[in-house]
């Protein structure tokens, strides 16, 4: 590609790729089509289950049919449905495989590309109507999503900054470069509504117009790329995908607050997103698009990486800066925040953002911020200019989760704020897996909350999940059902946040260990209902006196827990017993008269602690047993219960 040194080299740039992209913009069904695009996702899930060599098996075939100048094999971010990948989709037929193995490359290319017929074998079964389904738009999962962040994930090459261009890329900073003032740029994103997606929901639009307003020779913007809750699976999905979607944001954010420096700090983890990140960051340099004087403008600016180690607490903005300097990742009090002088990055003026919030600024300009406005269940309080007056959270937009735990639908889903838990538990998620009963849902992460089924209509927004005692984070959902035990939930919980504290203050250095360790004695039988007591004054406590937002929001768990679920926490100390069959120390495994003698779990069982002759009843040594489960999963007669 040719440098870009001006608007009309973009334009030109755009109209000699978009041809690219033209089979895969299509929605009819063109199984006939000569012409195709395999899409195959590229993302870490599906690596990890060979999609590289599926893709390399794709090619060596197309080659061996003389196929190479009608075919293509594109490499592509995630398509989300985590849980049917390896995913391929085939353009402009409108076809998805999913769970693709190597070598059903064979039958991709012989039966559908040659000879034109689908592939039954491989196509998605709808969980609640037992169909398969060709068309992805026509799944439950993909149904009610409106994605805005995830735009181009499964649909680009991510490592290619033409195609990125070819879908409209970087017209949104050639517009804020060529038709807008910094400070119309700020009021766009501000009219816009959009809240910073990493959890706190804070206007993003008054956190560029703050840090605009500082007078400074030198200021940075930082992408937060490293939060370590299940939020940061889809900030990494979001950077394997369409990198360069963060690229153009954090160049809009810098000449919107007037800053030349850009950092992405993300974890040394994540290599795929970094070396995804770091191509197209070498890319945009390559064609002018980062660097000195962008686009022929008076405009400079360019990105750095920052590695970072993983830690929890840096998804918190001041740790995160620190961490970037080379220190401690630990909190520091606010005043000075990032945006003043003094509190960012070596003490310059700072803006932090999180990869989902800066994925939503290109589409914001380039379509408008009333095209954004409209979308999610946002009321703004505007002046007679339309202008945004009200500096209070929104609910515009579009959020992104990752929906996991006992769910159909295991994947990302991004949905207009607004959307109910029904909706996306049932028509998105498939339902509970299994045909079990649904019990609750956490959101937010182990900073979050639970969420039972009398709340289960409840929108999804920032004012919504508080009222009920939970919060957005940056966008875990993990359903829970009649087998899982909510004091060992929250103990879970406790574990992670007690190993994330960085230790700087006593509330939560010293006191979500004192909770996890009243947790314990709960899930083992050991507590009294004394504990209970002292546990949620303790949370509380916490709660209160935590330096940072991981401190404060640690103890949610335990307290949702205990609104919702106090009954299972007195049959824990009080009956020693656990009604979801879960904490070991509070059950044995016994066999029924049910069972017919087939030997099958002395067989399976990995201890030697069932005995039995053949057609005789079995029994187990609850001496010997360490409750690994596997008699109850192969037992063909259901002869083993929880006592």
């Known amino acids: 590609m040719n440098k870009i040194t001006s ?26 089509s000569k012409k195709k695009d395999i899409l195959c996702c590229g993302g870490t899930g599906c690596h990890a289950s060979n999609s590289n060599v599926m893709m390399d098996n794709l090619r060596q075939l197309i080659k061996e049919h003389g196929l190479e100048n009608d075919v293509r094999v ?16 085939i353009m402009p037929d409108n076809v998805f495989y999913v769970q693709v193995q190597p070598e059903d490359a064979k039958d991709i290319v012989e039966q559908h590309i040659v000879n034109h017929q689908l592939v039954e074998r491989l196509l998605y079964v709808e969980p609640m109507i037992k169909e398969r389904i060709h068309d992805y738009a026509k799944m439950s999962f993909y149904a009610k999503q409106e994605r805005i962040a995830l735009r181009n994930c499964g649909l680009l090459d991510p490592e290619d900054i033409s195609e990125y261009i070819a879908a409209e890329g970087y017209q949104a900073l050639a517009k804020c470069l060529f038709d807008m003032k910094p400070a119309d740029v700020v009021q766009e994103v501000l009219n816009s509504g959009i809240c910073g997606r990493g959890g706190a929901g804070f206007p993003t639009g008054m956190k560029w117009k703050i840090a605009a307003g500082v007078q400074a020779d030198e200021k940075y913007i930082v992408c937060n790329a490293d939060e370590g809750d299940p939020g940061a699976f889809m900030d990494r999905s979001i950077m394997e995908g ?33 070396n995804r990140l770091q191509l197209a ?16 403008t008076n405009f400079s600016f360019d990105i750095d990486i920052k590695l970072g180690a993983g830690a929890f607490v840096c998804g918190e903005e001041t740790a995160l800066i620190h961490s970037m300097e080379g220190m401690r990742g630990e909190p520091t009090t606010k005043p000075p925040f990032p945006a003043n002088i003094g509190g960012g990055y070596w003490g310059c003026s700072t803006n932090v953002n999180n990869v989902e919030t800066y994925a939503s600024i290109p589409v914001i300009i380039r379509k408008g911020a009333k095209w954004y406005a409209k979308i999610g269940n946002w009321k703004p309080e505007l002046d007679e200019n339309g202008n945004f007056v009200k500096t209070i959270s929104g609910n515009a937009g579009t959020k992104v989760f990752a929906l996991a735990g006992q769910i159909n639908n295991v994947g990302l889903v991004e949905v207009p704020m607004g959307t109910t838990l029904r909706e996306i538990i049932y028509d998105i998620g498939g339902g ?6 649904f019990k609750a849902v956490q959101t937010g992460g182990p900073s979050g909350g639970c969420i039972t089924k009398e709340n289960l209509d ?19 959902m993990i359903v829970l059902s009649d087998k899982d035990c909510m004091p060992a939930m929250a103990k879970f919980y406790l574990g992670f946040t007690k190993d994330e504290s960085c230790g700087k203050c006593t509330p939560c250095r010293i006191g979500t260990r004192r909770m996890l360790e009243m947790l314990e004695k709960i899930c083992d039988g050991t507590a009294t209902e004394e504990t209970l007591v002292e546990l949620e004054k303790l949370a509380n406590t916490i709660r209160d006196t935590a330096l940072c937002g991981l401190g404060q929001t640690a103890p949610n768990p335990i307290l949702s827990t205990l609104r919702y679920f106090k009954d299972e926490y007195i049959a824990h100390v009080r009956d020693k017993k656990c009604p979801a069959g879960t904490c070991s ?12 003698g087939c030997t099958k779990c002395a067989r399976n069982c990995p201890v030697g602690a069932i005995t039995g002759e053949k057609k005789q009843k079995h029994v187990i040594d609850v001496n010997k047993c360490i409750k690994c489960g596997a008699c109850i999963d192969g037992c063909p007669f259901k002869a083993i219960v929880k006592e």
């Open 242 to 274: 369409d990198p360069n979607s963060i690229i153009e944001a954090m160049a809009i954010g810098g000449y919107a607050i007037g800053a030349q420096h850009g950092l992405v700090y993300i974890r040394a983890e994540y290599p795929l997103a970094v």
């Open 432 to 437: 509970i897996a299994g045909g079990r009963e």
């Open 74 to 89: 594109v490499q592509t971010g995630c398509f989300g449905f985590c849980a049917q990948g390896p995913i391929v989709k």
């Open 7 to 32: 608007q009309q080299d973009l334009l030109a740039a755009f109209n000699a790729s978009k041809n690219a992209l033209a089979l895969r913009c299509v929605s009819e069904h063109d199984i006939n």
């Open 458 to 476: 409840t929108p999804i927004d920032y004012g919504s999940l508080a009222k009920i005692g939970s919060m957005m984070g940056s966008g875990g």
């Open 585 to 596: 120390k509070l059950y044995t495994l016994k066999i029924t008269d049910a069972c017919k």
């Open 281 to 296: 960051i070498n890319q945009a340099r390559e064609v002018g698009l980062l660097g000195k004087n962008i686009m022929g």
